[in-house]
């Protein structure tokens, strides 16, 4: 028994990473709580499922495909490109089908990104009120009031305006927009949870230069989104190819802006 005590495996002290240990990865210490991404993943996929099932099903390839080949077909029997030999008139019939089954098809890889987009800044959102939170735990008494909304104005406008948290490839839309996130957070999306209103995001826009162009068409039809330079909430109607202003506080429809 004691030869057997005195083999290497019973040995105490030294790493525990030898033979088949070597192949397990060492234990994380978890004292400062999972990453930002670990915590923000789960969310953000949940945000997605639930705007997708907002949505509703939308048109699937084999669908876009067989449009396609239905309305080649067709334009093939017209006698679209008659003259050109068999395969000028097949290329001429399916012309303009396939340039319809691109678009559509891109159409919904943008709404596709746009979705997987906007879970996963609402989840960076909630997020960012988590962060608040803990703040306000750490810094007030237990017996202090929640936060008001002049507060958390306050904190958030000065989060946003923090000079060592802008890059020098410059900031994030919310630095660019210090006052309009910090209403829209504190004031705007309480009152539109209020009178039932969802807002599904801010507007999606792209960085050009020192510019930022908002993407209209990147907008979901139909669904809600705050426009931070106007502080206005916005819908898109694609039907009449309009942007649909309303009043942030009491949802008022204020006026119809042609899309170009």
Do not use: C, H, W
Request: a positive charge; proline letters at 5%; zero cysteines.
């Amino acid at each position: 028994m004691s030869k057997i005590l005195k083999r290497p495996m019973f040995r105490i002290g030294g790493s525990a990473n030898d033979g088949i240990m070597s192949m397990a990865a060492p234990r994380k210490n978890y004292q400062e709580g999972s990453t930002r991404e670990q915590r923000l993943m789960p969310r953000g996929e949940e945000n997605v499922r639930f705007l997708e099932k907002f949505l509703g099903q939308g048109p699937s390839v084999s669908s876009d495909l067989g449009d396609l080949l239905i309305s080649g077909g067709l334009n093939l029997l017209s006698g679209r490109g008659a003259g050109k030999g068999t395969l000028g008139a097949i290329a001429e019939s399916y012309k303009e089908p396939y340039q319809a089954f691109s678009k559509a098809r891109a159409g919904e890889e943008a709404l596709k990104r746009q979705i997987r987009l906007s879970g996963a800044t609402q989840a960076m959102s909630s997020d960012e009120a988590l962060e608040l939170a803990k703040i306000k735990a750490k810094g007030e008494s237990a017996f202090q009031k929640e936060y008001s909304p002049e507060r958390q104005y306050y904190e958030l406008y000065k989060e946003y305006t923090d000079p060592g948290k802008i890059s020098t490839f410059g900031g994030t839309i919310q630095q660019e927009y210090p006052s309009a996130f910090s209403e829209y957070i504190a004031y705007i999306k309480p009152s539109a949870r209020k009178q039932g209103i969802n807002i599904i995001d801010v507007i999606p826009s792209k960085k050009e230069g020192k510019d930022r162009r908002f993407q209209f068409d990147q907008m979901v039809a139909g669904g809600i989104y705050f426009k931070p330079d106007t502080k206005k909430l916005y819908q898109r109607d694609p039907e009449k190819n309009v942007l649909i202003e309303y009043d942030p506080y009491s949802g008022k429809k204020l006026r119809e802006l042609p899309l170009k």
